[in-house]
T-cell receptor, first 111, second 115 residues
């Protein structure tokens, strides 16, 4: 399933499935984007980043895709595990020193 | 060491109290940040320090006063807060803006309750 990161949506998947979390960013001047994971009671944890001169970047089990034409960012998590359950935020860097967060998506992984 | 530490973890204060939140990092980062996060909402930027100088203040009320004593420490002084200021206060650090790889690393936050 897919989610749009504007209203704190939820995504529920089974363990082992692939997850796709979407985010619409607002500022066409943003040149740097980050995905964060935030577990209950903790601060946001860096997952992966991408610069505006790229359209895809892969990490361990995660892939970020950037479509600048429609100002859309997605995070793909392969073989989702219960430990991946958290709130996921995209963040954009619209100007010097600033990071603006999207509304977040709650990911729940069922064993 | 990729850790940002924050103290205290929890803080309860009255509206007439003065308290301070503390943040520390030893990653050699020269940019440090304060964010406020309400429940079920994303973090919102409050202040940015770059090379120990305040570079961004996002129109934060003066009852919040940031301080950066040196490149590893960041404080947030609190005075005459309102109940609506109750939130999770997050500190983050990064390489200075404009340099490569300036992802922000976050601390665990201080859960503040104003009574």
């Amino acid at each position: 399933g897919e989610s749009v990161g504007l209203h704190l949506p939820t995504l529920s998947v089974q363990e082992g499935d692939n997850s796709i979390i979407n985010c619409a960013y607002s500022n066409s001047a943003s040149d740097y984007f980050i995905w964060y994971k935030q577990e209950s009671g903790k601060g946001p944890q860096f997952i992966i980043d991408i610069r505006s001169n790229m359209d895809k970047r892969q990490g361990q089990r995660v892939t970020v895709l950037l479509n600048k034409t429609v100002k859309h960012l997605s995070l793909q998590i392969a073989a989702t595990q219960p430990g991946d359950s958290a709130v996921y935020f995209c963040a954009e860097n619209p100007s010097y020193g600033k990071l603006t967060f999207g509304q977040g998506t709650i990911l729940t992984v069922h064993p | 060491d990729t850790e940002v530490t924050q103290t205290p973890k929890h803080l309860v204060m009255g509206m007439t109290n003065k308290k301070s939140l503390k943040c520390e990092q030893h990653m050699g980062h020269r940019a440090m940040y304060w964010y406020k996060q309400k429940a079920k909402k994303p973090p919102e930027l409050m202040f940015v320090y770059s090379y120990e100088k305040l570079s961004i203040n996002e129109s934060v009320p003066s009852r919040f006063s940031p301080e950066c004593p040196n490149s590893s420490l960041l404080n947030l002084h609190l005075h005459a807060l309102q109940p609506e200021d109750s939130a999770l206060y997050l500190c983050a650090s990064s390489h200075a803006p404009g340099l490569a790889g300036y992802e922000q690393y976050f601390g665990p936050g201080t859960r503040l309750t104003v009574t």
